[in-house]
């Protein structure tokens, strides 16, 4: 309790980290920090999630999905266009990470 899992800057795996988001930082909060999200969510650019209460912030709070359940994990968010979006590339996730996602729009 007080932990929340973010991805370890290098992209390996995820760690557990203190929760700085005291549960007030939903989909579509800006952020600075990855810590700052509420669990199930991480600080995404806005460019991929661009949130309208983000404008101008370093990130966006956006949550994770699990691509085999397609996109509708990512419907009903504050912004359009959002699919469920492979977190690791093709062969690099870990092994029991393959299905991880997060809702963003595509880039060309």
Do not use: K, R, W
């Not at 549960?23 to 920090?33: I, K, L, R, T, V």
């Not at 912004?79 to 977190?87: E, I, K, R, T």
């Amino acid at each position: 309790e007080g932990e929340l899992c973010i991805n370890y800057p290098s992209g390996e795996a995820f760690v557990c980290v203190l929760d700085a988001s005291d549960g007030m930082a939903p989909a579509g909060s800006p952020c600075e920090f990855a810590n700052v999200c509420n669990p199930g969510l991480m600080c995404l650019s806005p460019d991929f999630f661009p949130g309208p209460d983000c404008e101008g912030a370093l990130g966006c709070c956006a949550p994770f999905c699990n691509t085999d359940n397609g996109d509708v994990e990512c419907e009903g968010l504050p912004v359009d266009g959002l699919v469920c979006l492979p977190f690791y590339e093709d062969g690099q996730a870990p092994p029991e990470y393959e299905s991880v996602g997060v809702c963003a729009v595509p880039q060309p």
